[in-house]
């Protein structure tokens, strides 16, 4: 979840490039940062670190041509700034993303054992052991056995100890260079002209370059200057790496005229849906065969892209006439037992990364299963992991909250439903269709439009959602949305299911949304409206019973991929109102890479 940034090369400004580098990771995770440089005139390690957003820190560094820093979602120990990264102790230098799961019973291994003397430690974080770990085993050496060498033999040993998902990087004072690991968090090596990068994310380093090696788990890299030198990090075999060419551009990583990353996302899918369908057919063919194939098929995702799979659950059964179980990732292990070698997993995940999916996957993998992953970034552990791996093309996605690749995966699954059921040109035809009329509806009166309605509820605290068929599962997304940016209590229900139970909580101006235009929701907002609910109808026509109306085209079957758009972007005015940054909301990260 946290962002790591590291450079070494010619540079003299290190220090002040890793901050830069740093703001454009701070998505990642931003409640504290710091920064580590090697100073050029003494050799030492020194670190500036602070509680709080990197975006607005401006500050120099003393000269160095290597330094690493980090922007820390915290796991382990308040924010505090003893808690930042980096954390030294002894020679050795680390930031660290991941959970050290094992770490207390190192911790208390250590203190009293670190080479006669007892490790004070400075901070709660299981990533100070690592470090102190790592400087317990260099004590016992003399100063000319330390070496590059001797240092990543010493990583590969504590790295062998460590239960869990880590990526970190490694300063050592008197060996210069800077060391990185993996297993299970991503790290990018990018190759400069006369300096090298590691990154947890591309757009750190894009400035400089766009040729890069995707470190794999369990490898250990070096870089000095314009050199990096990969090994196992169970073996210490070399390794040799590819280099690969990203098609990513600076621009895209930028919020350009925009205010916020989140609206500049929630416009972008003007494109972003039409891209998404822009797949071979023999692709979306080996996908469908490997459906054919299975014998029972389980969507497994987090969060917003969980309800992008249980929109496609309706896709899958409408269209094909295929029933697919949906699982949050996290309660997948419930029903792992019905997992086999006729098993397909289908993993959808903007990020790639997310830990309770891996996890899933992983030990899928192991009872035989076959794995289909959808995801954004095509390097990423779960599209590696994949047996067919279908990328959603929708480019970076730098707001926590995810929009425009929630709607290019819908696309993209519901022409995988229509390739199910031998039919991709048909799909892409409404698809085309739909993209179409979003490029129409995505301009600034239209927003303009949300603006006014985002006024008028602003000041309520709480907010429900009604919707039927697929659009139910984009009720619950739209509670996610209105939730994670705006902190109003947004809640989501089957718009069948409220005289049920939730119809209790509607008081005399309570705003409902309601998605859909069809009979059936159109009497249950009837129902909302006569104990005194306050609707916005979201959908193709309007009807007498809406208080305000947002108008979504006719998309036929792909129906859910439009009506989430005004409600992304209700979300962000509602944000924006109540004077909140909705790229960064508080308490949660772009990439959830621990459990
Ligand atoms: O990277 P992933 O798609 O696997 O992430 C899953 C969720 O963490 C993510 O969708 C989260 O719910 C978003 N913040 C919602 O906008």
């Not at 409206?529 to 208080?547: E, H, L, M, N, Y």
Request: net charge positive.
């Amino acid at each position: 979840m946290c962002g790591i940034f590291a450079v070494s090369g010619e540079e003299t400004k290190a220090g002040e490039m890793v901050l830069r580098g740093l703001k454009k990771l701070e998505y990642r995770g931003y409640d504290s940062w710091g920064v580590a440089v090697r100073t050029e005139t003494s050799g030492s390690i020194d670190i500036a670190k602070e509680v709080g957003k990197i975006s607005s820190v401006k500050r120099t560094f003393s000269a160095s041509s290597e330094s690493m820093g980090h922007t820390r979602w915290a796991t382990h120990g308040g924010v505090t700034k003893s808690n930042a990264h980096p954390h030294k102790v002894g020679r050795v230098t680390i930031v660290h993303n991941g959970i050290f799961e094992n770490y207390e019973a190192w911790k208390k291994k250590l203190v009293g054992t670190h080479h006669g003397a007892s490790v004070k430690f400075k901070s709660e974080t299981d990533t100070e052991v690592i470090a102190g770990m790592m400087s317990e085993q260099i004590t016992r050496l003399r100063d000319n056995e330390i070496t590059s060498k001797k240092i990543s033999e010493i990583i590969r040993k504590v790295c062998a100890e460590i239960q869990g998902r880590f990526a970190i990087l490694v300063m050592v004072e008197g060996v210069p260079g800077i060391f990185a690991a993996r297993r299970g968090s991503p790290l990018i090596i990018g190759r400069g002209e006369k300096e090298t990068f590691i990154a947890s994310d591309i757009p750190a380093f894009l400035e400089r370059t766009n040729v890069v090696n995707y470190l794999d788990d369990d490898e250990l890299v070096y870089i000095s200057g314009g050199k990096a030198e990969f090994s196992n990090l169970r073996t210490g075999e070399r390794v040799k790496k590819r280099n690969v060419t990203v098609k990513w551009r600076v621009e895209e990583a930028e919020k350009g005229e925009f205010p916020h990353f989140m609206i500049k996302e929630i416009f972008e899918q003007k494109d972003t849906i039409a891209r998404a369908i822009n797949h071979e057919d023999k692709m979306l063919v080996k996908a469908a065969k490997l459906l054919h194939s299975a014998n029972g098929a389980y969507f497994v995702a987090c969060g917003t892209a969980h309800k992008v799979a249980m929109a496609a659950e309706y896709f899958f059964s409408e269209v094909a006439g295929r029933k697919i179980n949906v699982v949050p990732a996290s309660e997948m292990p419930s029903f792992e037992k019905f997992v086999n070698k006729k098993t397909v997993i289908i993993a959808v995940s903007q990020s790639g990364e997310t830990a309770d999916v891996l996890e899933i996957l992983e030990r899928g993998k192991k009872r035989g299963a076959k794995i289909l992953a959808l995801t954004n970034v095509e390097s990423s552990s779960i599209a590696r992991m994949a047996n067919v791996h279908l990328p959603i093309h929708a480019g970076p996605e730098k707001a926590v909250a995810s929009t425009k690749a929630a709607t290019a995966q819908m696309a993209l699954l519901f022409l995988l439903a229509f390739a199910d059921s031998n039919q991709i040109n048909f799909g892409r035809f409404v698809l085309r269709s739909t993209a179409a009329s979003i490029n129409d509806l995505l301009n600034p009166r239209y927003e303009d439009r949300i603006r006014r309605v985002a006024k008028r509820i602003i000041k309520h605290d709480n907010l429900f959602i009604i919707g039927r068929g697929s659009l139910y599962p984009m009720a619950l997304e739209s509670a996610i949305k209105i939730q994670e940016v705006s902190y109003i209590h947004a809640q989501g229900f089957a718009a069948g299911e409220l005289k049920h139970g939730p119809i209790a909580l509607i008081e005399k101006g309570t705003p409902c949304l309601v998605l859909g235009d069809d009979q059936e929701t159109v009497s249950n907002a009837t129902e909302l409206k006569a104990r005194g609910a306050f609707i916005i109808g979201v959908s193709p026509t309007k009807q007498s019973v809406f208080d305000e109306w947002l108008r979504v085209p006719d998309c036929n079957g792909a129906q859910a991929i439009a009506t989430i758009i005004p409600v992304q972007i209700l979300a962000y005015h509602l944000a924006v109102l109540r004077g909140l940054d909705p790229d960064m909301p508080r308490n949660l990260a772009k990439s959830v890479t621990v459990k």
